[in-house]
């Protein structure tokens, strides 16, 4: 036997041994962790509700319960080695501090709704919170707030106070599956933010587990972890067990009206226009265009919610926005929470029980997201449209910024894109088969290269609830400041700082991280 031969029979021995000993490892660990957990929680008997292992029956549905970008969902994405299902924070904490004592990663879900999968995906040895059991919602229309617990999803935030009152609502997400958890902790983006803000201006309390197991509200987490966590993703210091979020006034008549136009007639001179008023009309007026490819040309859909009657609104876009000839037939006057329902997609006749579904649908797909602070020009959206006509399932969001945004400082919380936007992007391309993943992923990496001369620079911003790793990662274990900057300067600008100086007193050791998660100052820069 030649010493060739000799090796190549080895290796695969080799490799069969080693990942024999890691699985013997993992499963070690895995079984110290659960008897660490188990000792935790008070009743044993429900401790096999609470603690679901790869053996449990249950693991493999409540795994998938909640992944909503397909794209995660093989064979090949990294399992945890458990799900825990709280029904109390009590057993938040202990996951915790088992979790710390064994070496394993902790990955917190409240809907699922990380674009890139990170509340349920780790390249490390890891657990999953899955907080869908913690979602009770206290809505205390007197005092114009609500305690909502982090595995709620928006519908049945939106849900909850409807039944409560029918001129109170709040500013968050149009999709009503996605968890409060992660998406008031990232900002909070939703069609009435230009007249109250982002969800996260509207927190004015929390509960977070730390590091050391404790159950901190605002008043002994100190205010300056409180303003990490509203804007700087809670996931980098804690769990985020609850919100109390101030409600907001909404009138009994709202108006939503929808148009599309195709490029040929005339939705390129209509989007010039759009660009050039849409941070500056009423803070109560939110024009969305939705601009999709199809049929061989450009459609605009221009989605708008006026809080106010329909005859208001038609006197405002006469004296605005006369070119997009928006008539009565385009619009219907209704409940703010009947907008909701129109702006997730659904009928306004619908039941608002569809709100309390955890899942609307699930796709394969590829976000990207930018901010806009001078109109494209004419020649730039000509040469986006050539490159949206490469995939008919791509589209962009266009949201616009100004108003009450404006109106607050890029400091105020670890959200700093505020004053000077026009609006933001969001990019979306969809796909139905895995094998073309390396096909789409392509073609938007092509879209956001072509995008670089029309959109702000240094750092060319990002919205960290579009979450997008082609922006950098970290390493697996400690990450510079120097190397996390490369993205953390784009979804925090200025407040990248203070956000490493909170998490560097909050965590010193790094416990809480991920992909893109706030890391620590070296301990020379301290």
Not at 310 to 329: A, I, V, Y
């Amino acid at each position: 036997m030649n010493m060739e031969t000799s090796h190549a029979k080895l290796f695969p021995l080799l490799f069969i041994l080693l990942n024999s000993a890691w699985s013997i490892a993992s499963s070690s660990i895995s079984e110290s962790f659960v008897q660490c957990l188990s000792s935790h929680i008070q009743n044993s008997n429900s401790s096999n509700e609470i603690i679901l292992t790869r053996t449990s029956s249950a693991y493999p549905s409540v795994l998938d319960s909640s992944i909503q970008n397909l794209r995660f969902s093989n064979n090949s994405t990294p399992k945890p080695e458990a799900i825990i299902t709280p029904f109390d924070e009590s057993h938040v904490q202990a996951a915790v501090i088992c979790s710390k004592k064994n070496g394993l990663q902790i990955r917190t879900r409240s809907g699922g709704h990380d674009y890139e999968g990170l509340s349920y995906v780790s390249r490390a040895p890891f657990i999953i919170i899955d907080l869908f059991n913690l979602r009770s919602i206290d809505v205390d229309i007197e005092n114009e707030s609500a305690w909502v617990k982090s595995g709620a999803t928006l519908g049945e935030v939106y849900y909850s106070i409807a039944q409560k009152s029918k001129v109170y609502g709040f500013p968050a997400g149009t999709c009503p599956t996605i968890g409060v958890g992660g998406h008031i902790s990232g900002g909070g983006i939703g069609t009435i933010f230009r007249k109250y803000g982002l969800a996260s201006d509207n927190v004015i309390d929390a509960r977070i587990v730390d590091v050391n197991g404790r159950i901190l509200d605002r008043k002994s987490m100190g205010e300056e972890l409180f303003w990490a966590i509203r804007g700087g993703g809670g996931s980098s210091f804690g769990v985020i067990l609850a919100w109390k979020l101030r409600l907001v006034p909404v009138p009994p008549t709202v108006t939503v009206c929808h148009i599309t136009k195709t490029k040929e007639q005339g939705a390129t001179k209509l989007l010039l226009k759009w660009q050039n008023i849409a941070d500056k009309l009423p803070e109560e007026l939110f024009i969305r265009p939705v601009i999709g490819s199809g049929d061989e040309t450009i459609t605009v859909e221009f989605g708008s919610l006026f809080l106010g009657p329909g005859e208001k609104l038609f006197h405002l876009m006469q004296d605005n926005f006369p070119e997009l000839s928006l008539g009565r037939s385009h619009c219907t006057e209704m409940s703010w929470i009947q907008s909701v329902l129109d702006f997730a997609g659904y009928s306004i006749h619908e039941s608002l029980e569809i709100l309390l579904k955890r899942r609307q649908f699930s796709i394969i797909f590829k976000a990207k997201s930018d901010y806009v602070t001078e109109p494209i020009s004419e020649a730039g959206l000509e040469g986006l449209w050539q490159r949206l006509l490469e995939a008919n399932t791509s589209y962009l969001i266009l949201t616009p910024y100004g108003g009450k945004m404006s109106e607050i400082s890029d400091s105020e919380t670890a959200f700093p894109h505020r004053r000077g936007n026009i609006y933001e992007i969001q990019y979306m391309v969809v796909w139905d088969d895995g094998k073309d993943t390396e096909k789409y992923v392509g073609f938007m990496r092509r879209l956001y290269a072509y995008m670089a001369p029309y959109v702000s620079k240094s750092p060319r911003a990002a919205y960290l609830n579009y979450r997008d790793l082609d922006l950098g990662r970290n390493n697996n274990g400690n990450t510079s400041y120097a190397q996390a900057s490369i993205w953390g300067l784009k979804y925090f600008k200025n407040n990248f700082r203070k956000l490493v100086h909170v998490k560097t007193l909050v965590d010193p050791g790094n416990f809480f991280r991920n992909e893109q998660s706030i890391p620590v100052f070296s301990s020379d820069r301290k």
